[in-house]
């Protein structure tokens, strides 16, 4: 099976400044291959490359097994590669279906006298959501009113409406509580059971680990690694994401200004 | 706690009809204009007779044109301090043409639509281009064009005016279709006051019935989600200034073929009026939000409180008072709302 998205030794410069260096990884269908770092290791970078945002200065990039190099990211949403990001997946003043439908939106008629379909777009807007378990009562109400794992999933399920094969979330989680991040991690799953490859990018190891099947490591630009699910356990991933060596290294000086005062 | 085994779904409670009312931005509007009509129509004789239609509407007809336009630029998330100069710029453009230089009064007027998209659109490119805030951007075209309305008015004619378009080619055509009057019973009414009507009707179908309109609300909403799924928002912000910038020239063409004379230093702080009148009508400032009959209301509420004043026989000083606390009065109940749209739970 060739994987949906292959990056083979992958790396982007800003300048002088190095922020993607040789990182390498798959993600297949119906898998969630979840990408891991610290503030600053390359996770956005990474991301912006896939979803058409930047492009890769050198390194292979393949999607379904074809080399790409997508120049905008509708060309990459053409492709079939979605990105839901955290604080950018919805209008908040807009009501939830013209939402779910923004930039395709549903129209009847032809020319000048073309115009949305606005009972259609409401009803499939509707469907789509409660196909992922979202039952909202009225889409004509503003996003805003919604919780923020609530945003999150309408943002998923328009991805997955419109055809996406990938779907990449930029930290669907950083700025949920417990119960919101729950939600949002049931329809990550769903997602995935559905057959499509997630990218799901995070700095939480708890997050990472119940829906992951593969862990891409990043840290200061360079791959620590990209694990499978049966060669690594929840501690050593959070050891990994939380530095590692220098934690230890790190609470040893501590250890030494204690003993020392 | 109440119980949950009612067949009644809790979250019902957020559907009140009063809820479902404030997410219409021109509700407070449409009561701000019935109290005022309802007002003026007590206190004066003259303010309910046809002839006193006539001459407030006349007042809110232009106004009102520019405030529809201008509201569609601000749910789209810019400003336009340029838009009341431009009317003054359009008219001078368009007399320059037809009694200097010898053209139908037609050709000029396409010559000066060509002049008004061009500015328009250049102003959206600086915008969309430098990332700047579009208030600056457009005090920089608003002064230049001051200036130049001015400095070619004198050049060409060596005083602050251009008249004599009586006398050009197609006078009278054009004035039929930009100046004229119609009756009804014995009172004429303005023809912009149609204009105004066809307009805010055209703006209120693209705002709300059309995709063009929803990427004016997702662009004003947030530009950076918009362009996140495929949303041309550089395109659709050049467009809504074009837009405004081809308002302008309809009352452009509306004042220079009623008045036959253009004033080089017309139009000066009229930007402000059509900012007040798209806020009283529901925009927010900040965008995303708002509606063309909206602004439409607004820009009546200003005529009838306008005129309702000299029909009164009160200081018209009066008037910037009134509009004062309209304009509070509006901006606190429009930001009670965003609050409730963008709060957040969590």
Known sequence: ????????????????????????????????????????????????????????????????GNEVRFTSPR?????????????????????????????????????????????????????????????????????????GGERQCVAIARAIHFGAK??????????????????????????????????????NPHHAFPVGNRFLILKRGASLGSFEKSEITLEELTRQMAGGAELEALAHELREVESAS | MTTVDKPVDERVAQNHLATRLVVRPEIGALIGALVVFLFFSIVTDKFLTMGGVATWLDDSATLGIMAV?????????????????MTASTALVTAIFATQ???????ALLLSLVFALGVGALNGWLVVRTGL???????????????????????????????????ADGYASTGFVFASTFDIGDTSFRISIIWWVGFAALAAYVLVRTKFGNWIF?????????????????????????????????????????????QANEGIGLEFQYIIAAVIGGCLLTGGFGSAVGAAIGALIFGMARQGIVFANWDSDWFMLFLGIMLLGAVLVNNTFRRRAERVRR
């Open chain 1, 75 to 147: 060309e990459a949403l053409d492709a079939g590669i979605a990105t839901v990001y955290q604080d950018l997946a919805v209008v908040p003043l807009m009501s939830v279906w013209r939402n779910f439908f923004l930039g395709s939106e549903p129209t009847v008629g032809v020319g000048p006298l073309q115009r949305l379909d606005r009972k259609r777009g409401k009803e499939i807007a509707r469907t789509a959501l409660a196909d992922l378990g979202i039952d909202l009562r009225d889409v004509e109400q503003p996003v805003g009113t919604l919780s």
């Open chain 1, 166 to 203: 990938v779907l990449i979330l930029d930290e669907p989680t950083a700025a949920l509580g417990v119960k919101q991040s729950g939600v949002v991690l049931r329809y990550v799953a769903q997602a995935r059971d559905r057959g499509l490859g997630v990218v799901l990018i995070t700095h």
């Open chain 2, 69 to 85: 336009a201008v509201a569609m630029l601000m749910i789209g998330g810019e400003f336009d301090l340029s838009a009341g100069v």
């Open chain 2, 133 to 167: 805030p579009s208030f600056i951007v457009t005090l920089g075209t608003f002064l230049a064009l001051q200036g130049l309305n001015l400095g070619v008015t004198r050049l060409v004619t060596d005083s602050v005016q251009v008249s004599g378009m009586r006398r």
């Open chain 1, 1 to 64: 099976m060739t994987a949906l998205i292959e990056v083979d030794g992958i790396s982007k410069s800003y300048g002088s400044v190095l922020a993607v260096r040789d990182v390498s990884t798959v993600v297949n269908a119906g898998e969630v291959t979840c990408v891991l770092g610290d503030n600053g290791a390359g996770k956005s970078t990474l991301i912006k490359i896939l979803a058409g945002v930047h492009q890769h200065d050198s390194g292979r990039f393949l999607v379904n």
């Open chain 2, 218 to 262: 997702a662009v004003g909403g947030s530009a950076p989600s918009a362009r996140a799924v495929g949303v041309p928002v550089a395109r659709t912000k050049i467009l809504l200034f074009m837009t405004t910038a081809a308002a302008a020239w309809l009352v452009g063409s509306i004042n220079i073929l009623r008045y036959t004379t253009a």
């Open chain 2, 101 to 107: 230089v010898g053209l139908n009064v037609w050709l």
